[in-house]
Nanobody, 125 residues
Framework: QVQLVESGGGLVQAGGSLRLSCTAS????????MGWFRQAPGKEREFVAA????????LYAGSVKGRFTISRDNAKNTMYLRMNSLKPEDTAIYYC??????????????????WGQGTQVTVSS
């Protein structure tokens, strides 16, 4: 049974930082591209960042580029999202997702095979 478990969310002031983690089990982690998505109240889910199953390729939404950094540790079956210079508009539930051996990194949630339950990030002004 595949499980993706997010952690690290919380309440932070604007300008602060958080690091989210996503730990996977029940799959061969190194064969999956991984992504972060978020959903704010009353809004649709949106792509945040993705990292390839190879160690080198990453992709970011324009709204987070330069502030967020995605990384992974295949030995720990874990993906991370370092979020700096947080803004109130970053407030959302953050979800991790896994995409098996894609040709390209995906920004569409429909391309991902497995999802976590989400972790809440709240940025106060």
């Amino acid at each position: 049974q595949v499980q993706l478990v997010e952690s690290g969310g919380g309440l932070v002031q604007a300008g602060g930082s958080l690091r989210l983690s996503c730990t996977a089990s029940g799959l061969t982690f190194s064969t999956y591209a991984m992504g972060w998505f978020r959903q704010a109240p009353g809004k649709e889910r949106e792509f945040v960042a993705a990292i390839s199953w190879r160690p080198s390729a990453t992709l970011y939404a324009g709204s987070v580029k330069g502030r967020f950094t995605i990384s992974r540790d295949n030995a720990k079956n874990t993906m991370y999202l370092r979020m700096n210079s947080l803004k109130p508009e970053d407030t959302a539930i953050y979800y991790c997702a896994a995409d098996w051996l894609p040709d390209l990194l995906g920004t569409n949630g429909g391309e991902y095979d497995y999802w976590g339950q989400g972790t809440q990030v709240t940025v106060s002004s």
